[in-house]
């Protein structure tokens, strides 16, 4: 199928027409810790967010198993009394029990006919789990339009379903004003879940190969998952002393991370489109990661980042010290990053998304 960027870009729906439409996001909660949130309250700042009266209805937050019960329950009711007034659905997908959750609002929407848009925010991995593929099918073919991250993942995802329409809309890239680069304090970020897809373990074995080689350099981890775990590993390599864990950050002091760092570092075995690697484009950081995902789409081996294989700490460790030992390599990949954060902003996210509804409802 025809890629439809270009597409998106050229439609210029009627302003009065659109004002007259209502829509309807179903997001994780506004207090939840992760990607998605981030991309809907930077989506609250655009002008189609007053323009469609939006409205976001939460339906996952971060607690114990019978809170996540409740909230979703909480989430079904208002949902049901509420979704005649709307005339788009905006579901947003994220990992595997979002797609068991959404399905339930997906069938209640298309009983009350309306419109729906599925927003993919991970690759085509979900397909590789029996269980939901047939669920997520559903979903994708039959809605008004599917939305996922990058072309790479529309063709990986075109290869397997029969889908009407999809759409390729990026993750908005924050503004970040006075960057200026500095290696000074010679740490390396990693932002994001401590879990086994992020690749927290291999970050900190590799690390452990060349610690001896860099004395200078040490590892920042700012996030929420296995701690606990990642310490017992540091400690097992002995370099614990030189890996710090800052937990879920925000404001000022995430600011001051990103603004600091001299390196990011995200080791993910499957992305849709990090919003971190988002993060650390518009703080000028190199970067260095895995070809996974919508990071496909852009990043080029030594021209704009370092990549190696998901999983290879051997792999991942030259790269760390082809980097750190070259201080111009970092002062030109950071300026390769600044250049990608360009054409990724809320101006152009919001040209975007106006354009997708208007050709859903025509």
Not at 51 to 68: A, C, F, L, P
Not at 69 to 82: E, R
Not at 215 to 224: E, I, Y
Request: proline share 2%.
């Amino acid at each position: 199928m025809k890629d439809k960027v270009n597409k998106l870009s050229d439609s210029r729906p009627n302003a009065d027409k659109a004002r007259k439409v209502k829509l309807l996001m179903l997001a994780t909660s506004r207090l939840t810790r992760g990607g998605i949130t981030s991309v809907l309250k930077a989506y609250e700042q655009c002008p189609f967010w007053r323009m469609y009266q939006v409205r976001w209805i939460e339906t996952h937050i971060d607690h114990g198993n019978i809170s996540k019960c409740i909230y979703l329950l909480k989430a079904l009711l208002q949902f049901v009394f509420v979704v005649r007034q709307y005339n788009i659905i905006h579901i947003h997908v994220g990992e595997k029990v979002s797609v068991k959750r959404k399905y339930i609002f997906f069938k209640i929407a298309k009983r009350f006919k309306k419109r729906i848009v599925i927003h993919l925010h991970v690759g085509d991995q979900l397909f590789s789990d029996k269980m939901l593929r047939q669920d997520l099918q559903t979903m994708l073919e039959e809605a008004d339009a599917v939305v996922v991250l990058s072309s790479n993942i529309q063709k990986e995802i075109e290869k397997k379903n029969s889908i009407k329409q999809i759409y390729t809309v990026s993750n908005p890239c924050p503004t970040v004003s006075n960057v200026v680069y500095t290696d000074e304090k010679k740490y390396i970020l990693y932002m994001g879940a401590l879990n086994h897809n992020k690749g927290y373990d291999v970050l900190i074995s590799a690390f452990a190969l060349i610690a001896s080689k860099f004395p200078g350099w040490k590892l920042v981890f700012a996030g929420f998952g296995e701690t606990e775990r990642a310490f017992q590993l540091a400690q097992k390599y002995g370099i614990e002393e030189r890996v710090v864990f800052h937990g879920w950050v925000s404001g000022r002091e995430k600011d001051n991370l990103l603004r600091y760092a001299s390196v990011f570092c995200l080791c993910s075995y499957a992305e849709g489109f990090p919003i971190s690697v988002l993060e650390s484009w518009a703080y000028g950081l190199p970067l260095i990661t895995t070809p996974v995902g919508g990071l496909l789409d852009v990043l080029r081996h030594g021209q704009n980042a370092l990549l190696f294989s998901p999983g290879n700490k051997e792999e991942l460790a030259n790269k760390l010290a082809e980097l750190l030992s070259d201080s111009k390599l970092r002062k030109r990949l950071s300026q390769a990053s600044l250049q990608l954060a360009h054409g990724r902003s809320l101006k152009d996210i919001n040209k975007a998304l106006v354009s997708l509804y208007h050709q859903v409802l025509c």
